[in-house]
Nanobody, 115 residues
Framework: QVQLVESGGGLVQAGGSLRLSCAAS????????MGWYRQAPGKQRELVAM???????RSANSVAGRFTISRDNAGNTVYLQMNSLKPEDTAVYYC?????????WGQGTQVTVSS
């Protein structure tokens, strides 16, 4: 079974930075993409950023220029560097992995940005 474990969430003041990590373990035939989603209270889950197997990245307009997604070449780990954090970034952040046959989700990590 595939597991995704997130880390790096926490409480930070506006303007601060956090770095989220997501480590995938287990047998995965191939990875098409890995990314980060977030869900704030009362809102639907939304895509924050993703990186494909080809190395291309996409990010939401709301985080463009502030968040950077990256993926290591050595292992199945994806990162989300979050700079210039705003209170509206407060949400539970979920790691997502898309393989050829399956999709996997992490348990989520809470990010809280105070004013």
């Amino acid at each position: 079974q595939v597991q995704l474990v997130e880390s790096g969430g926490g409480l930070v003041q506006a303007g601060g930075s956090l770095r989220l990590s997501c480590a995938a373990s287990g047998s995965i035939s191939s990875i098409n993409a890995m990314g980060w989603y977030r869900q704030a209270p009362g809102k639907q889950r939304e895509l924050v950023a993703m990186v494909t197997s080809g190395g291309s990245t996409r990010s939401a307009n709301s985080v463009a220029g502030r968040f950077t997604i990256s993926r290591d070449n050595a292992g199945n780990t994806v990162y989300l560097q979050m700079n210039s954090l705003k209170p509206e970034d407060t949400a539970v952040y979920y790691c997502n992995l898309r393989a050829e046959r399956s999709e996997y989700w992490g348990q989520g990590t809470q990010v809280t940005v105070s004013s």
